[in-house]
């Protein structure tokens, strides 16, 4: 049997939190491990296709290049992560992890494992379900001058909605609420883009079509009309579900099923820290994750003050 590799902290997920939380720790030359089970660091920031402007530190182009930044910065630093090295199993009370590689114990845990596109369920339909697009990869070369139907009302989804009627000839935008939950710039944008149909108190009850779609049914529930959409692309950004199996049964979560935290990202159990999108409060924010991911590691550097 493989030796446990031992260490002050082990750090699980390696978006822009678990990035933070390391650089903050090599600052310190506290010994640690930086898990990632994708093939490069920096979570869903691939997913974000517009300009990045609030981090008060410049402006990207889109979440790719900050992405590209975070790996130079961890490169350039030499940050101990390690890629590919998915973590099957967790136990909190021991702080023992195990991945794909091997098993890590730490004197604390640093839990970044980040958020995932919520699915949806459409009842009429169903078969064609597989269909619909959660993740854009490759955007401007494969969905550009495509019209789209965007499911959702946050940030994520007007964001998406704006690009489709920026990049295509028009784009629907089908909201579940009765007003958008995003920025007052973003939704003032959103009403005054004139290829972006709005439709708030509205849900898709149906995906039509034999062997893809060609259409879709929407119902308003404001006006109880039922209205045919020829719009065979689909989108859907209909908010976040935390990564957070590996901890079920062990620790305290909120209601939306994030990890519940204080402001020192602290959890419910002694020496185990969450940040970024799998913890709340996080408001689901860039600049949030980051601060978050400093405010654990200096946390998690008292911790190991207090063992010693």
Known sequence: MPAVESF??????????GVSCSLELKDNLVRHALLERSQELGGQLSQIHT???????????????????????AN??????RLN?????VNLSQKT?????????GKALVLATGARMRRIEIEEGAHLAEQILYRL????????????????????????????????????LVCHSDKLQAGNDLVKEAKTNKRLEILLSSEIRELMGKDKIEAVRVFNHRTQEMRRIPIPLVVAKIGM???????????????NGCIKTNVLAQTSLPGIFAVGDVAFPSYWRLSTAIGQGTVAARAAMEY?????
């Open 76 to 81: 350039e630093r030499n940050l101990p992560f």
């Open 97 to 105: 992890v195990k991945t794909r590689h091997g098993s890590l114990i």
């Open 241 to 255: 579900v935390p990564n957070t199996e590996l901890f079920t049964g062990q620790l305290d979560l909120a209601a």
């Open 137 to 172: 990869e490759d955007k401007e070369s494969k969905f550009e001058g495509k019209s789209a139907i965007v499911i959702g009302g946050d940030e994520l989804a007007v964001l998406e909605a704006l690009w489709f009627a920026k990049n295509a000839p028009k784009c629907v």
């Open 85 to 89: 090295d998915e973590v099957i199993a």
């Open 8 to 17: 002050d902290v082990v750090i699980i997920g390696g978006g822009a939190a």
């Open 51 to 73: 300009p990045i402007k609030n981090l008060g530190i410049g402006q990207f182009a889109n979440g790719t290049a900050l992405q590209n930044q975070l790996i130079k910065s």
């Open 304 to 308: 190991l003050a207090k063992l010693n």
